[in-house]
């Protein structure tokens, strides 16, 4: 018995979604009394890899390096080879783009149920129960599984990364023979040094009350200040004004930072569904009775060609004390 | 070539989501149901796919897992363009259970291109579509937000994390789409509203499966707190308390 961990990484680093997963894996093994393995697929060092066993893992499988693009049927194949090797009865994926990809891909091809989107610990192991957001951040479901083997994926930002410890894992090459893929990359096009949005602690929002792209300006400064990521409502990434990867809420990206700022968004349900799990929220509007304030831990009345040059500036000082 | 989108039914995005039964079910009352938004818009970029096509592709069919309330909604989707309709006479239970219907209609209908949504807006399973690919072994990209047919292949762009990837894929391909596949979704004109009355909608009855999970019971986030507001020229007072008070910045 184990728990298996798809470790995913992003440019041969794992990110912040791998490590609050792991520890996540690592209280779920505790409770099961059980270890856990990682499986990376991909080109990373192993030193990185020998890294996750400061966060739980005892051992990690080094598979195919050569590896550059999801291909979710090669490695959906690959990763049920680890299965069946490491006998895991748990596997775990972040609930990142690529790991929400393979979770079903992995299931399916086990008949193992899944469940997505699961936000804390199971609350009972036999039969195993978890709580998973349903209906968009408008509701929880307590989601039990029937079968032997289960899948899960984490909602990022849930549980938390845990302190590191001193484990280092074992590092053992898994190569699987793969056919040759049927998919192949023409381009690649990635932003460097941004944070993402959906790993952020803290994401600056702005709405259709900022009126044009030229003002998101203010939102951007008012990120770097906060080591924050950019975020938008809906109607400003269909009007071009910011890229969709920036669109936040039902029909966009679901997010759960510590601290979400929105400044000219009304606070739709739509929108809202999106962030119901920020830890707090504050809101920038010049209606008093805007739904977001609704919904906000804290808010300003007032507009946001003022409002946030003199929220920049008092950051600004605060953080230089 | 036969395009299938696989299309469920969901409450309207403004819903507000009550529960009933002891919170072990949903309250249906009032609902108003809608085509999930990502397979309404999947279905439009079919459309626009086949009209492009140059009759390549013959036939853009949608498929639902549901029982007879579904058809209306279905019936809508006909009148956006679908040329038929396929309902697999049965309550969609879980995902694993979707799944093996769709991949029943999928091989005896001998669609070679499918789609499906990024999740349902109900239960967000964000599954059905993954496992259809697996069951059927197609050649398959998830988060697709532009794709197109160039001389029999598959040109997709899709969203990474922090980027996005332009990629090409044989035939037979399961596409699961999300934002950007089509921007507004197509709305049916009266003419399609009339058409859709006599266009094919079969029934067909489900395979036999079983359902590998349950949603034992449900809960509504805790509510937050009162808002604290602050005027307009008290910039430096939440700055403060957010510093100081809540230690967020
Ligand atoms: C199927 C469906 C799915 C959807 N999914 C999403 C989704 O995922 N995400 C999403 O965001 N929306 C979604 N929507 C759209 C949603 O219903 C709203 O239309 C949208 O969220 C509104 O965006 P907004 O708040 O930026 O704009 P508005 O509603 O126009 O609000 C602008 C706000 O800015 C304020 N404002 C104006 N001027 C100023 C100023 N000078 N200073 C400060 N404040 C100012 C106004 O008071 C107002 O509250 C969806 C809709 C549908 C039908
Ligand atoms: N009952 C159903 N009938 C047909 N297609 C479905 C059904 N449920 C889900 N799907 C498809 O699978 C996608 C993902 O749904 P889900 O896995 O339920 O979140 C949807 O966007 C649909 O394309």
Redesign the interface.
Known sequence: MSVLVYAEN?DGLF?KATLELLSYAAEMAKAMNTHVVAIAIGCVQTDELVKLGQYGAVKVLKSNPDFN??D??AF?KIIVAAVEKEQATVILFPG???G??????????L???????VVALPTSFDPL?VK????????????????PVKVL?LSQNSFGVAEPGTGAAVVEEFGVEAAKS???????????G?V?L?DAE?VVSGGRGLKGPENFGLIEELAEL?GAATGCSRPV??EGWRP??E?VG???KIIAP??YIACGISGA??HVGGI??SK????VNND?DAPI???????????FK??LP??IA??RE?KAK | MKILVCISEVPDTTTKIRFTDGNKALDTAGIQWIINPWDELALTRALEIKEASGGAVEAVTVATVGAAQAEPTIRKALAVGADNAIRVDAPATDAWYVAVQLAEVVKSGGFEIVMTGRDSADYNGASVGGMLAALLDYNTLSSVSSMALDGGKIIAGREIDGGTETLEAELPFLAVVQKGIAIEPRIPAMRGIMMARTKPLQVVPPVDTGCLTENVEFELPKSRGACRKFAADEVKALVDVLHNEAKLI
């Open positions: 992003r990110r693009i999801l979710i049927k959906a990142s783009i690529n929400s990809a393979l979770a079903p891909a992995v299931a399916a091809r008949k193992a149920g899944l469940v997505t989107g129960v998973k957001m349903v209906f968009t951040g408008k509701a929880f479901a307590a989601t039990k599984v029937t079968t994926t049927a998919i192949s990359l023409v381009e690649v096009k990635k932003q460097t941004k993402l959906t803290i906060l990434s269909d969709h990867s669109h039902q029909t966009g510590v601290l349900i739509q119901s799990s707090h929220i504050v809101a008093k304030f609704d919904v906000a831990d804290y808010g300003i009345v007032g507009d003022t409002v003199e929220m008092a950051i605060v």
